[in-house]
């Protein structure tokens, strides 16, 4: 049985493989473009993000996962689950792209399709990406946030050992003023917490 977050060879498409004991965490690939834009324009997957995607816009985002994982040897894994789903969905670590009080940083983060939801899945490839970014990236803290109302990727935070500060609250820049996403909370790890 394999280590939690330990790297096999990389793939094809450039970047490492990690292996858990039930989840394969790999590069994306072309296959993975269909099932990946679905997930993207499922409403019950994209009910806390601000719109869901059309099959462009998916896959504008997959080239951008694709070129960060070759860049930095760490980004968005496309999870599977050998020999019974080929694409569960995506695990990983993050660069976000906007200016907040804890930015520049690494995200961990997901989003797996509505049939994967509830099996465990998202804390343990989470662990994995974690141990990545703690072990091989020689991170030494790494952040995840969500809007207030997704109670379900907070219970993940918290399942994999993250706490949250309630004075580091944000606004969320990208999302309007108003809008029901827009307060978010942010939860932290570092190196010398994470049990691996």
Same mark, same amino acid.
């Given at each position: 049985?394999?280590?939690?977050?330990?790297?096999?060879?990389?793939?094809?498409?450039?970047?490492?493989?990690?292996?858990?004991?039930?989840?394969?965490?790999?590069?994306?690939?072309?296959?993975?473009?269909?099932?990946?834009?679905?997930?993207?324009?499922?409403?019950?997957?994209?009910?806390?993000?601000?719109?869901?995607?059309?099959?462009?816009?998916?896959?504008?985002?997959?080239?951008?996962?694709?070129?960060?994982?070759?860049?930095?040897?760490?980004?968005?894994?496309?999870?599977?689950?050998?020999?019974?789903?080929?694409?569960?969905?995506?695990?990983?670590?993050?660069?976000?792209?906007?200016?907040?009080?804890?930015? @520049?940083? #690494?995200?961990? !983060?997901? *989003? %797996?399709?509505?049939?994967?939801?509830? +099996?465990?899945? =998202?804390?343990?490839? &989470?662990?994995?990406?974690?141990?990545?970014?703690?072990?091989?990236?020689?991170?030494?803290?790494?952040?995840?946030?969500?809007?207030?109302?997704?109670?379900?990727?907070?219970?993940?935070?918290?399942?994999?050992?993250?706490?949250?500060?309630?004075?580091?609250?944000?606004?969320? @820049?990208? #999302?309007?003023? !108003?809008? *029901? %996403?827009?307060?978010?909370?942010?939860? +932290?790890?570092? =190196?010398?917490?994470? &049990?691996?």
């Amino acid at each position: 049985m394999a280590e939690p977050g330990s790297a096999a060879a990389p793939d094809a498409d450039a970047g490492p493989v990690l292996t858990t004991p039930r989840l394969r965490l790999r590069p994306f690939r072309d296959a993975d473009l269909a099932p990946f834009a679905a997930m993207n324009d499922d409403p019950h997957v994209m009910e806390n993000l601000l719109a869901r995607l059309d099959r462009a816009e998916s896959d504008a985002f997959a080239a951008r996962i694709r070129e960060e994982m070759r860049a930095r040897g760490f980004g968005l894994w496309a999870v599977e689950v050998p020999a019974e789903i080929p694409f569960a969905g995506f695990v990983g670590l993050s660069v976000p792209r906007f200016d907040a009080a804890f930015t @520049p940083c #690494v995200e961990v !983060g997901w *989003r %797996l399709t509505h049939a994967c939801w509830g +099996r465990g899945y =998202a804390p343990e490839a &989470a662990r994995a990406a974690l141990a990545h970014g703690f072990h091989a990236a020689g991170l030494e803290q790494i952040v995840s946030f969500t809007s207030v109302v997704n109670r379900a990727s907070q219970r993940v935070m918290q399942k994999i050992g993250m706490t949250r500060d309630p004075s580091e609250d944000f606004d969320h @820049p990208s #999302v309007p003023p !108003g809008h *029901r %996403l827009r307060r978010h909370v942010l939860y +932290r790890i570092g =190196a010398a917490d994470f &049990a691996g």
